[in-house]
């Protein structure tokens, strides 16, 4: 794919890349991604050759194929690709490191009480299991400043943390979090880091052989337009022998390679086709900037509709194409008011959007990606401003 030297976000051109629903205002590029039809596209070439001769496809050529992929993939988030894994999504990536890490009874392990909730239970069950104890950092948000989101984790971590998992960009805040300077200092404690970036290849620029963390996990699927099921797991050399994916097959004790590129029968294609993918991605050049950019006008206007403050400066360093704005009536508690109001505003408007819950308050997360148009932002804000609730 060429690329596309001037773009505008949110044109009918732009959009037209992508086959999403033209009722819906999609503002939850987050959760989930959104994956253009070029992608698709391959990934049902790549099905069509998988079942042309599944025996020549999976016997013979998967290894070099993944290999291939690996590769680009490998290059694109600036990893030394024999640390470099494919996993189906973040949650297989460090459920295969939280669950074979070498735990012993009585060691703990440091989250942040914004961990993913899916992070959180795989760390109870390594709790329950291991007899391991779990720790949370307590990060400020609202936040002033990517410094105060150091110090939590050096209070919460005590001689017996073995481990702690630091999310690159937290998912109910949205909020960057300064991972370097963070490992640097458990590091300099003795404490190995898993670095949860399961929104941050194609928002941050990544260099995982400068930063050198234990281990990290990126999504591809969320910003890097990839197919579902596209994602990496990143292995530091001293820990390779001891890290296997949550189901072992033939390639047990054979390297990280062997362990985690065969799990199993399964469909590939998304792992295959992530270099058509970061075609695309690269096809869109200054798409972060420009998607942060939709973001800081969005978060503004929504906020003004809300009349509530904004949780954190407009400051580069602690948000991407994603922003959490405060919502006015506190969280009761009960998850089940977030999920109506989502439900209830997209019944009403049609407008995807997610509600997240922390520290009693309930936040507004909007995400911006190429096939947003600054409009879709006005028009949450003046359903908001309507006193819709
Ligand atoms: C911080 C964080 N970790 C892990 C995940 C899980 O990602 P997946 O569902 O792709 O496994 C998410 C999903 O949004 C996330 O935000």
Redesign the pocket.
């Known amino acids: 794919m060429t690329p596309t030297a001037h773009w505008t976000p949110g044109t009918p051109e732009i959009r037209a890349r992508w086959g999403l629903d033209p009722e819906v205002t999609f503002l939850n590029n987050?959760?989930?991604g959104a994956t253009p039809t070029v992608v698709l596209d391959a990934v049902r070439q790549v099905q069509l050759e998988m079942e042309a001769e599944p025996v020549r496809f999976f016997a013979r050529e998967l290894p070099g194929r993944i290999a291939v992929a690996r590769t680009a993939v490998a290059e694109f988030v600036g990893a030394d690709p024999a640390g470099l894994a494919f996993v189906?999504?973040?949650?297989?990536?460090?459920n295969a490191v939280l669950r074979s890490f070498p735990w012993k009874p009585g060691d703990a392990l440091l989250l942040a009480d914004q961990?993913?909730n899916?992070?959180k239970q795989t760390a109870r069950w390594v709790a329950q299991r291991y007899g391991v104890e779990l720790q949370f950092a307590k990060l400020p948000f609202p936040v002033n400043a990517p410094e105060d989101m150091i110090q939590p984790w050096l209070d919460a971590a005590t001689p017996r943390t073995r481990l702690a998992v630091v999310?690159?960009?937290?998912?109910p805040t949205a909020v960057i979090l300064p991972v370097a300077e963070i490992l640097g200092a458990l590091r300099a404690r003795g404490i190995p880091v898993l670095i949860?970036?399961?929104?941050a290849p194609g928002i941050l620029p990544l260099d995982l052989r400068s930063l050198d963390a234990d281990f990290y996990?990126g999504?591809l699927?969320?910003w890097v337009y990839a197919a579902?099921g596209a994602?990496i797991l990143y292995v530091r050399e001293e820990w390779r022998a001891h890290i296997q994916p949550p189901n072992l097959s033939h390639g047990y004790e054979q390297g990280l390679w062997a362990e985690f590129d065969w799990i199993g029968t399964m469909d590939p294609s998304a792992w295959l086709t992530a270099p058509v993918a970061l075609d695309f991605y690269r096809s869109l050049p200054g798409v972060a900037a420009s998607n942060h950019a939709l973001v800081q006008r969005g978060r503004e206007q929504i906020a003004e509709a809300l009349g509530t403050p904004l949780p954190h400066p407009d400051d580069a360093r602690l948000y991407g194409p994603m922003a959490a704005t405060t919502w006015p009536t506190p969280f009761s508690g009960d998850f089940r008011q977030v999920q109506e109001l989502n439900r209830r505003l997209y019944d009403d408007h049609r407008i995807e959007v997610p509600f997240s819950t922390y520290d009693h308050r309930i936040w507004l997360r909007i995400s911006a990606q190429a096939f947003n148009h600054p409009d879709d932002y006005t028009r949450l804000a003046e359903v908001l401003r309507s006193g819709w609730r």
């Open positions: 987050g959760s989930f189906s999504n973040a949650t297989t990536g460090v961990t993913y899916a992070v999310d690159h960009i937290s998912s949860d970036g399961a929104h996990v999504n699927h969320k579902k994602a």
